[in-house]
């Protein structure tokens, strides 16, 4: 079984935050330190990799929100990347989707 | 402006509370006191006491091990007795040649006579037996012929006899010689020392043979280590009788006679008396296994009696104790349990004296709510509905889902609650309200998004007016149809400061509103589309019912059996008429 989630940070400055399974209120800590960490390390430009989530609670929109609010306050961009689109329906309907267009994904 | 919202503190401190619709999980059960005592109490009942475990073992297998040495050494002893027996009789074989070697001399002495007659009859007989005359064999012989019942010595070799020649005694044992097919047998003192005397007679030529044989002064004689007797003990007596004074040869101290022990006996003919062979065996005769096997096996008994109860002992003991330590945290968790069910109770009372008891009484709406917590885990969820009344016709209600669980998510619930149900008091827009509320949120604060749907309405004409922060949209359920009300979503409070887009539409009367929080419809790996149209048809069937049962049956049909998340169910049916 691939680990919840992982990170790579590269050289330009870019930091992907890959998710699997799902993000949920027993889960949605170790995702958050895992985007606290890219943020941490410098990265300003967060990429969220949802390809690999199944499920999403509003536990885990919280966390996006809260990663993105981290990330503005220290000037770096968060993008979501692979978003599934039964995630990108929530997104929608919890109007989380107009928080995150800005950012330029999609 | 008078709020008419019934306020859920003035219920609070009596906690009367109404029975929850459907209270699951661990509940107020009382903590299960009795039951560890008496779960204990039975285990000791049930468990052995190990001592005497050890004990019942310990006799087991003693008794298995005397049982095995009796029989291994019964088998060994038969063997014995058999071997004895066959040895002996070998011994009887071998004596009987003897006999045959000593007989014979006498019977070609005779023959020799027999043939040659009276011409040359002493030369003749000493020529033969001078070859007998020895230490080991014949010490005496003579030659006698009877003519006409009168017996005269024909010739003699060798020693003196110890029956004087021409004796009553020695004419009497000749005499008896002619009444025998073979010879006759006696034993006779010289002094300290005895001689064996052996007669043959010839009837028919008349002749007859006398000869003496020395027997050793301790009548011992050692055995040859490869001969028949090499493994026995034995005592020769002349004649059946078993006497001191019938004995003839033995290889033991005459003190040790007669042999003891384990003895076999056999009789050998010997002239016209007998030889008796009485023996004892030397050593174990049989195989050396068949002696050891029987110590062997009370050996090796005792110790595997010795290694059976020590282990039968730790065996129970460990039982014993695995028993004990189960009950012991049957007991904990039954403890854990009940306590978790009391934290659990108490958070779910929390959560509803803060969910209202009464709804306002408006005569043109029929309400219906309900909450239900999640099954799984301690903590409740953030799920809240409200009822305002607000005068003049008009009312509000909200719908609101506060992420994550526990007593934070319940503060934070408290929170937004009240702040919106103050701006609704006061007169503000659903959009407006939540726009205000917005910039009160803040999830890096209190880790927490709040999604929330607000509407007003007027209970006169049944116009509502919605605005949604991110929250499910509401379904419209109609006699005909059921569609849901599209409001457009506004960010979650806690998100940041938003504004917040309303939708207006009109309640047709006997419509029903019904807004829920995202339980109701939200399944793991479904999209939530099909969730929300699986509400739609669900309610197809009580879109005419009473609320109650709308509400209900929304909960009976769409609430999994493990549900985590807790749901609120709010529907608000407009009846002017009424």
């Not at chain 2, 995202?518 to 197809?540: C, F, H, K, P």
Request: glycine fraction near 8%; hydrophobic fraction near 40%; aromatic fraction near 6%.
């Amino acid at each position: 079984m691939a680990e919840f989630v992982s990170t790579e940070t590269r050289d330009d400055g870019s930091c992907t935050v890959s998710v699997t399974g799902e993000v949920d209120i027993a889960t949605v800590d170790e995702f958050l330190d895992a985007a606290s960490c890219c943020l941490d390390s410098g990265g300003t430009n967060v990429v969220i990799d949802l390809g690999g989530v199944t499920f999403i609670d509003s536990s885990g929109l919280g966390a996006l929100v809260r990663i993105r609010n981290l990330a503005r306050e220290r000037g770096a961009d968060v993008t979501l990347d692979r978003v599934p689109d039964a995630v990108a329906r929530l997104l929608e309907v919890t109007g989380l989707a107009a928080a995150f267009v800005g950012d330029g994904n999609r | 402006m008078a709020s008419t919202e019934t306020r859920p503190g003035t219920n609070v401190p009596t906690m009367r509370v109404p029975a929850p619709p459907e209270r699951t999980g661990g509940g107020t059960r009382p903590p299960a006191e009795p039951e560890p005592s008496a779960l204990n109490a039975s285990h000791r009942h049930r468990a052995r006491n190990p001592r005497r475990a050890a004990a019942l073992i310990a006799t087991v297998c003693l008794l298995l091990t005397a049982a095995s040495t009796w029989a291994a050494a019964r088998v060994d002893q038969g063997a014995e007795d058999r071997l004895l027996q066959v040895q002996t009789k070998q011994v009887a074989a071998v004596l009987s040649t003897a006999i045959l070697v000593i007989q014979q001399p006498l019977s070609t002495a005779l023959d020799v006579q027999r043939v040659s007659g009276s011409t040359g009859e002493g030369p003749a007989f000493k020529q033969l037996m001078a070859r007998y005359i020895g230490d080991d064999q014949f010490v005496s012989a003579s030659l006698w012929r009877r003519t006409d019942g009168r017996l005269a010595p024909v010739a003699s070799i060798g020693v003196a006899p110890a029956l004087p020649r021409g004796g009553a005694a020695a004419r009497s044992l000749v005499s008896s010689a002619f009444s025998h097919k073979t010879f006759v047998v006696r034993a006779v003192d010289i002094g300290d020392r005895q001689r064996l005397a052996f007669v043959m007679a010839d009837p028919a030529s008349g002749y007859v043979v006398y000869a003496e044989r020395s027997i050793s002064a301790n009548r011992r004689s050692r055995v040859d280590s490869d001969s028949a007797f090499s493994d026995l003990h034995y005592a020769l007596y002349l004649g059946p009788e078993r006497t001191l004074k019938s004995l003839s040869t033995t290889d033991v101290a005459l003190s040790s006679l007669p042999l003891s022990g384990r003895t076999a006996s056999t009789t050998v003919p010997f002239g016209d008396t007998v030889l008796t062979v009485v023996t004892s065996p030397r050593r174990h005769l049989g195989a050396s296994l068949g002696q050891r096997l029987p110590l062997i096996l009370l050996i090796g008994g005792l110790l595997l009696t010795l290694i059976a109860v020590r282990s039968g002992y730790q065996l129970i003991r460990r039982r014993q104790d695995a028993e004990n330590d189960t009950a012991t945290i049957t007991d904990l968790y039954e403890r854990v349990d009940a306590l978790f069910g009391e934290q659990r109770d108490l958070f779910v009372r929390l959560q509803r004296a803060l969910l209202p008891q009464v709804n306002p009484d408006i005569p043109e709406l029929e309400i219906a709510s309900q909450y239900v917590a999640g099954t799984q885990g301690v903590d409740i969820g953030g799920d809240w509905y409200s009822i305002i009344g607000l005068g003049e016709d008009h009312f509000a209600f909200v719908v609101g889902d506060v992420s994550g669980r526990g007593v934070d998510s319940v503060a934070v619930m408290a929170h937004a609650r009240f702040t919106l149900r103050a701006y609704l008091i006061d007169g503000d827009s659903p959009a407006l309200a939540l726009e205000k509320c917005s910039r009160q949120f803040d999830i890096s604060v209190d880790g927490h998004i709040t999604t929330a749907l607000v509407g007003v309405g007027n209970a006169r004409t049944g116009e509502i007016t919605l605005a949604s922060a991110g929250h499910p949209t509401p379904l419209l359920i109609t006699a005909g149809a059921r569609e849901f009300v599209q409001v457009p979503a506004g960010l979650p409070l806690g998100a940041g400061a938003a504004t917040y887009r309303s939708t207006r539409f009109t309640m047709t009367p006997g419509a029903t509103l019904l807004g829920f929080t995202d339980g109701l419809v939200e399944r793991r790996g479904e999209d939530i589309d099909v969730g929300m149209q699986r509400l739609a048809d669900t309610m197809t069937p009580v879109s005419a019912s009473p609320v109650e049962e709308m509400v209900s049956h929304a909960l009976r049909k769409l609430r999994p059996p493990t549900a985590s998340d807790d749901i609120a169910v709010l529907a608000i049916r407009w009846d002017p008429k009424r």
